[in-house]
């Protein structure tokens, strides 16, 4: 990989506080909240007031959500947020799927049918939740789901996925940014460099990796 | 200018008639493959069959007779061993009975192969309009089987002496299997599909996944949900692996259910799908059998009509010879495609005979077109002088001009 100049980065100046400010989103974007607060105890920092709104709530949401105790999370995400769920289909029917997968890996396969014929039947009229559904059913085919072609479905990938989901949902919902500033650093940064390719042209500015700038 | 079908000639020499049945012989062959194909699998079955049963048998007994008790104690054990061996002796008696009804089978079967041989080696000699009459019988028999007209085909094969020339007993076989599906039970046509495993693995068949398929519906469509579980775990997980799309979307009726009115999901629920079943077990057993999937009957007919077929025939000219001059025929050719002619066949309108070089075409001065023969003659009769049968027109046979056809 071509390196860019290191002398280029000395004329620019990175205030302590900054760094510190991207490092506490983080913390408090994904409810760190026990090692923001060493962290702020560490630099001498205070917290900021609005960091500390609803995280308690958020935290529990998330775990409920990795634990895959959806119905849970549900409840309190109603309690934090209400009408977040009414308002976002993709989310609820993504939370609702959640709760039949755990019953699935539980071999509970009647109260599977009973709450996918109750719950997830509404969502039937619409063309792509039908196709997840699909999905979602055919793992009652087989003894063993974990071993299916649908086995990603109870991987702890995908309940992540969903939590991070629910959680810029329930940030957005509270006016608060959807992605921690670390995120939105590179994201910039990555679409920069793709600006930068396009205008001086290819071979000078490699795509950026946030993978490979870290191994430097 | 006319445009018509060539007709053979009344009278053939002895060369050339002999020449048609060379060529016949060697389209029979071709067109002939059921013919000799369906009786050579039947028997290639039976034989198989019978090879399994007597193998199975044996091994029973063979192991039975190892586990004999010991004799060499008193009279109790001595005893004993008798009544076993006796026992094993029965057992094979009842073997070798079944083993003549399957050799009588299998003598049925080749007698069966034999008389088709002898039919196609009768296609270069004996009686031309026999064998046409002999070949029409058998494809109206197929038809009818095809059809389900078992009675009527029995009955035709038997008044016509020609039993060992259709299959029967082939598509009897086949109406068992029909009759169930068509009574919404899968269990013969499984079992046909057990019998027939490495063959319709190795054709790739999907014939006994969508039967589980439909088994399953009709689980859900019962409400019996968890039994439907229990069987998609048994008997359609199996086939996830290459046929993943249908089973999640059969699997998917779990939730919607036969009340739903999701589209994709409705279908499954409905009579047809019966029906779709029968027509693959049909398409699979007549794979099988090396039979045509369509009947003869119409493969005959597609192809005869394709060659009379052409643009002149629909322009209203048609000639009463021809049989698209018929509203029956027209309506079946109308799917059909034109038949290819390169080059012009001409038949006289006076005497129906065919213009060639030695009968060659004759130019009115009014454009109409007649042959050398026809119009001689009247000249001959008439003083030199011949009349247009069309329009009336009257001319000196030595105004006409010759025509030349390409």
């Not at chain 1, 510190?20 to 630099?43: G, P």
């Given at each position: 990989m071509m390196d860019l100049d290191p002398r280029l980065?000395?004329?620019?100046?990175?205030?302590?506080?900054?760094?510190?400010?991207?490092?506490?989103?983080?913390?408090?974007?994904?409810?760190?909240?026990?090692?923001?607060?060493?962290?702020?105890?560490?630099?001498?920092?205070?917290?900021p007031v609005d960091y500390t709104v609803d995280v308690d709530k958020r935290k529990a949401i998330f775990s409920f959500v990795l634990e895959g105790n959806a119905l849970k999370a549900i409840d309190l995400t109603e309690e934090l947020a209400p009408n977040l769920l009414e308002n976002d289909m993709d989310l609820h029917f993504d939370l609702l799927s959640l709760h039949f997968i755990e019953l699935v890996r539980s071999r509970k396969c009647t109260e599977a049918l009973e709450f996918g014929q109750k719950k997830l039947t509404p969502f039937g009229k619409v063309p792509k939740y039908v196709e997840k559904l699909e999905d979602f059913m055919a793992l009652l085919a087989y003894e063993e789901p974990e071993k299916s072609p649908m086995f990603h479905l109870l991987s702890p990938e995908y309940r992540q996925n969903v939590a991070d989901s629910l959680n810029r949902a329930v940030l957005a919902h509270a006016n608060r940014p959807a992605y921690s500033s670390l995120e939105r650093v590179i994201q910039q940064a990555t679409v920069v460099r793709q600006y930068l390719q396009q205008e001086v042209g290819k071979d000078s500015y490699p795509p950026f990796s946030l993978k490979a700038f870290l191994n430097k | 200018m006319e445009m018509a079908i060539d007709t053979p000639s009344p009278s053939p020499s002895a060369s050339s008639a002999a020449a048609g049945r060379q060529t016949r012989a060697a389209e029979s062959v071709r067109l002939e493959h059921q013919l000799l194909r369906v009786p050579l699998e039947a028997l290639k079955s039976t034989v198989r069959t019978n090879h399994r049963l007597a193998e199975k048998e044996i091994a029973a007994v063979l192991s039975s007779a190892a586990a004999a008790p010991g004799g060499g104690?008193?009279?109790?054990?001595?005893?004993?061993?008798?009544?076993?061996?006796?026992?094993l002796v029965s057992r094979l008696h009842g073997l070798k009975r079944k083993m003549e009804e399957g050799a009588r089978a299998e003598e049925l079967q080749v007698q069966r192969c034999r008389a088709r041989l002898n039919r196609l080696a009768s296609a270069s000699s004996g009686d031309d309009a026999e064998w046409e009459e002999l070949r029409l019988k058998r494809i109206l028999v197929d038809y009818m089987l095809r059809m389900s007209y078992y009675d009527t085909a029995a009955n035709l094969a038997e008044t016509s002496g020609i039993q060992d020339l259709v299959d029967v007993d082939v598509f009897l076989d086949a109406k068992r299997v029909i009759d169930s599906l068509q009574n919404k039970e899968i269990a013969p046509a499984l079992a046909w599909c057990a019998e027939n495993r490495s063959r319709l693995k190795k054709s790739k068949s999907k014939l006994e996944f969508f039967l589980r398929l439909q088994e399953f519906v009709e689980l859900v469509k019962a409400k019996n949900f968890m039994h439907a579980i229990a069987y998609a775990r048994k008997y359609l997980s199996p086939w996830g692996a290459t046929h993943m799309k249908e089973l999640q979307?059969?699997?998917?009726?779990?939730?919607?259910?036969?009340?739903?009115?999701?589209?994709?999901?409705?279908?499954?629920?409905?009579?047809?799908?019966?029906?779709?079943?029968v027509d693959q077990f049909k398409q699979e057993f007549c794979k099988l059998y090396g039979m045509t999937l369509e009947p003869l009957l119409n493969i005959y007919m597609q192809a005869g009509l394709t060659?009379?077929?052409?643009?002149?025939?629909?322009?209203?000219?048609?000639?009463?010879?021809?049989?698209?001059?018929?509203?029956?025929?027209?309506?079946?050719?109308?799917?059909?495609?034109?038949?290819?002619?390169?080059?012009?066949?001409?038949?006289?309108?006076?005497?129906?005979?065919?213009?060639?070089?030695?009968?060659?075409?004759?130019?009115?001065?009014?454009?109409?077109?007649?042959?050398?023969?026809?119009?001689?003659?009247?000249?001959?009769?008439?003083?030199?002088?011949?009349?247009?049968?069309?329009?009336?027109?009257?001319?000196?046979?030595?105004?006409l001009v010759k025509a030349y056809i390409s």
């Open positions: 980065y000395e004329n620019v100046s990175v205030s302590d506080n900054d760094v510190r400010n991207i490092v506490l989103s983080y913390l408090m974007h994904n409810c760190f909240k026990e090692t923001a607060e060493t962290f702020l105890s560490s630099t001498g920092l205070e917290l | 104690g008193g009279g109790s054990g001595d005893a004993a061993a008798v009544d076993h061996l006796t026992s979307r059969v699997t998917a009726t779990l939730v919607f259910r036969s009340s739903t009115n999701c589209a994709p999901y409705k279908v499954l629920f409905e009579q047809n799908q019966w029906d779709s079943l060659a009379l077929k052409t643009p002149f025939c629909f322009d209203g000219n048609c000639p009463k010879e021809d049989p698209l001059s018929l509203p029956g025929f027209r309506k079946l050719a109308e799917p059909l495609p034109f038949s290819k002619q390169h080059h012009s066949k001409l038949v006289c309108y006076i005497t129906k005979e065919l213009m060639d070089t030695e009968n060659p075409p004759l130019v009115f001065p009014n454009g109409y077109v007649y042959s050398t023969k026809a119009l001689d003659e009247m000249a001959k009769k008439n003083g030199g002088k011949v009349t247009c049968p069309r329009t009336g027109d009257i001319c000196n046979y030595t105004d």
